[in-house]
Structures are given as C-alpha cells and as structure tokens.
C-alpha cells in the first residue's frame, strides 16, 4: 500500500506539474508576443545601415516573420524534444544561460534564504516572548515597515551607505573585476555575495518575523502554556519546551514558501548589483525581446518554486504526523 499511494501522489504531484508548465507556457508567450519591443531592433542595435532585406533575413532566421500561433508550435515541439532554442541577446542555446546564470543566483538565493529565515525567526521569538511590551513594539514596527519598502531601494541604500560612503564592499559583481575566474578567491565571491544577499533577505524575513510572533503569542496564552507557569517554570524553560517546538513547524512552511519571493526578488537584486546571475539575465531578455530565454527562465522558475512548495509539504509531513495521515486519507 505505501508504494502504491507513493505512486499515485507522485504521480498527482507531476500532473500538476505538467499543467502548471503549460498554461505558464501558453500565458507568457502571449504576453511576449504582445510586446512593443522589436525583436529585430534589439538583434541589430546600434548598427547603422540595415537594409529591410537584411531585417526579414534576420527575422526569417530566427523565424519572427511567423504569426505567432505557429511560433509557439515550433517552439513547444522543440522543448518537447529537450531544445530551449537559442538566446537572441547571448547567442548560444538557452539551457547553456540558465546552468551558468544559475549557479550565481543560487548561491545568492540559498544565502538570502538562510539570512531571512534565521533573522526573521530569531525577531519573531523576541517579539513573541515579549508582547505588548516595548522590544515588541519597536520590532514590530520595523517589520510592518520593511515589509513596504521595495527591494531594489533598499539595494541602493545599502550601496550608498556600505559601498560608497564606507567602501566596506564593492559596487557590484559576483567577483572582481580584471580577475580571471580561476584565481578568485571564496573569500572575494563572498565579499561581493554579502550585500545582495542581504537585499534580497530583507524581502521575506518581515513576514517570517510577524508570522513567528502571532504562532508564538498563541502558543505562549494556550491553556498548557498557563499551566506550565502554575508549576513554576521559567520563561526561557516554557520557551524552550512548548513555544519553540509548537512554531517550528509554521515557521518552516513559512521558510520553504518564500522561494518564489525570492526568485521574484533576485531579479531586482541582481539589476542593482550588478550581480551576473539568473534574474539579471531575465531581466536582459525582457527588455530586449528574447523570447526563448524569457520562456526558458520563466519554465525554469515555475519548477524551481513547485519544487520548492512540493519540499514544504514534504517536511510539512513529517514534522506533523497527523497531517501526514490527514493527507493520505484522502487519497
């Protein structure tokens, strides 16, 4: 029975998948075919002289002068054949971009998602522990603040403060420039990673923080909680033994659902920085028209965050059982 229901929610779990892919796939095609931007324009630049005879080459090249239905159907035969096609802006397959502009995005990503889920957890017990009174107060309202601020303004403030004016790290990059790639250091590309990261953490730690704190305050005013203070025990050991263990779960669903905030996120953080990773490359093909790497990105992206939805309910399980066994009676 447990590798037959393993199947079937597998098997559940890839429909949905599937689906997801092709409305995302359906939706963003129109919407880039609707662009004003000429894909064209953006393929010649500044090149001076462009007979029109050269513009239909190009665009019979790269198949433009098709209607858009018949785009989309030679565009999904090849993806069904595992061929993202070929970025117009890098001049090279697709599925070659995304592996190389990914692996710098993840490791500002993993980094920002640790920052905003140790800090925001840390605060959110703080104010948990101490509600109504004013450490709860002042964080509060730091929280509710950053939560309207935008991400690339907090980018640039930080690179006035801690660039410009301190020069504590530099302006931009993954790395430094005129240093070839072999001979950086982990030190260097952590040097240029820390203030990225810690733009894009400022994106969900707010909300982890106040989730926290409301998870926290009804566990810390639940019968057992005033029970346990008639006994005597002390608030760090009711803490300890009752609230932490009572919101790591939340917490952790909180945690792994950011995932889509943050690949929305790294796209501004990435333009501030200047930092060569994934959204920064979607952003590229979003302004110059490229629209098989603006597909291929925005596939990309919806896997990454279904998985990292399908990781939640997953640890979900096996935090709590009796979710896990509420789950399986209705399959």
Known sequence: MGKKRFIKTTGR????????LIAISIISFILVSMSPVDPVQQYVGAVPNVSMEQREKIAQYWGLDKPPVERFGIWAKSLLQGDFG?????????LDIIGEKFAASLALMITAWLLSGIIGFSIGC???????KWPDRILKKICLTMCAIPTFWIGIVLLMVFSAKLGWFPMGM??????PSDQVTIWQRLHHLILPALTLSFLSFANIALHTREKLTDVLESDYVLFAKAKGESRFCILKRHGLRNIM???????????????GGSVLAETVFSYPGLGAAASAAGMGSDIPLLLGITLFSAVFVF???????????VV?????EGYQSEQ
Request: no cysteine; hydrophobic share 45%.
């Open 13 to 20: 779990y890839m429909v949905r998948l599937v689906t997801l």
């Open 86 to 94: 070929t970025s117009l802006i890098y001049r090279r397959p697709v």
């Open 126 to 132: 703080v104010m948990g522990a101490f509600n109504g």
């Open 174 to 179: 993954s790395v430094p420039k005129g240093v």
């Open 249 to 263: 779960l939340p917490a952790v669903t909180m945690q792994f659902g950011s995932f889509s905030e943050l690949f």
């Open 307 to 317: 998985t990292g939805n399908l990781l939640a309910n997953i640890i979900y399980g």
């Open 320 to 324: 709590d059982p009796q979710i896990r």
